[in-house]
C-alpha cells in the first residue's frame, strides 16, 4: 500500500524565515511520482511540482525548491526567504506506475507572520 | 486558472437528497479524476474516468456515481446525502496518456453542505 507522511501539523514563522515542509513516502513500485499542491485559503488545489522516482536532482523554482532522496523515502519543500503570501495549507502526494490516483498526506498548514 | 473547471462551487440541501456535482477536464485531457476533501479523512481519491470509461475506484460510496459523456465532461452524482458527506469535492484532470499520471491539474472544487 501507498502512503505519504507529513508529520507538520503546522508550522507558523516570521515573514523572511526559511522554512522546510517534511513528506516521507512509503511505497513498493520502482517507478512512482511525487507531487506538491498548496491550497490558499481560498480553497483550490494549485500544482506546484511532479518529480518521478528516477530523478533524485533537486530543483528550484524561484524561492521553492525541492529536496528528493530516494533513500530515505523523502521529498521535503522548502520555501526561503518566505513571505505571506506563501501562507496555505501545503499538501505531498504520491503515485505509483499504472495507478492513477494520487494518494495524499494529510498536509502541513503553513503560516507566515508578517 | 488550472483550465479545469467545476460548478457549482457551493451547494447546500438537506439530508436524503440527490445532488449532481459537474467538472469540465482542461482542453486535450482525456483523464477525469473525483476527490473528497473532509476535514477527518482528508484527501481521498473517488474515481477516474478516462476517455468516457471508468478506470480506477477508490473510496467511493455505493450511494455515489459518476460519469463521463463523449464531450470529456464528468458528473458525480451523490444521493441519499448523509452529513457526513459534507466536503469539498474536487475534480482534477490529465492526459493524455492513462498509463501514468502526468501532473493532476485540480478545479476550484465544490463545496457541499448537508443540512
Known amino acids: 500500500a501507498q502512503k505519504v507522511t507529513q508529520a507538520q501539523t503546522e508550522i507558523s514563522v516570521v515573514e523572511k524565515e526559511d522554512v522546510t515542509l517534511d513528506c516521507v513516502y512509503e511505497?513498493?513500485?520502482?517507478?512512482?511520482?511525487l507531487f506538491w499542491y498548496k491550497q490558499p485559503p481560498s480553497g483550490e488545489l494549485v500544482f506546484l511540482i511532479r518529480?518521478?522516482?528516477?530523478?533524485?536532482q533537486n530543483e528550484i523554482s524561484g524561492r521553492y525548491s525541492w529536496n528528493f532522496q530516494k533513500s530515505t523515502s523523502s521529498f521535503n519543500f522548502t520555501i526561503t526567504a518566505s513571505q505571506v503570501v506563501d501562507s496555505a495549507v501545503y499538501f505531498c502526494?504520491?503515485?505509483?506506475?499504472?495507478?492513477?490516483?494520487?494518494?495524499f498526506g494529510q498536509g502541513t498548514r503553513l503560516t507566515i507572520n508578517p | 486558472d488550472s483550465g479545469v473547471t467545476q460548478t457549482p462551487k457551493h451547494l447546500i440541501t438537506a439530508t436524503g437528497q440527490r445532488v449532481t456535482l459537474r467538472c469540465s477536464p482542461r482542453?486535450?485531457?482525456?483523464?477525469v479524476y473525483w476527490y473528497q476533501q473532509s476535514l477527518d479523512q482528508g484527501l481521498q481519491f473517488l474515481i477516474q474516468?478516462?476517455?468516457?470509461?471508468?478506470?480506477a475506484k477508490g473510496n467511493i460510496l455505493e450511494r455515489f456515481s459518476a460519469q463521463q459523456f463523449p464531450d470529456l465532461h464528468s458528473e458525480l452524482n451523490l444521493s441519499s446525502l448523509e452529513l457526513g458527506d459534507s466536503a469539498l469535492y474536487f475534480c482534477?484532470?490529465?492526459?493524455?496518456?492513462?498509463?501514468?499520471?502526468?501532473?493532476?491539474?485540480f478545479g476550484q472544487g465544490t463545496r457541499l453542505t448537508v443540512v
Open positions: 482542453s486535450g485531457d482525456l483523464s
Open positions: 502526494a504520491l503515485s505509483g506506475m499504472g495507478a492513477q490516483k494520487l494518494v
Open positions: 518529480r518521478n522516482s528516477f530523478d533524485e
Open positions: 482534477a484532470s490529465s492526459g493524455p496518456n492513462p498509463g501514468f499520471v502526468a501532473e493532476a491539474f
Open positions: 474516468y478516462y476517455n468516457g470509461e471508468e478506470r
Open positions: 511505497t513498493r513500485d520502482t517507478t512512482y511520482y
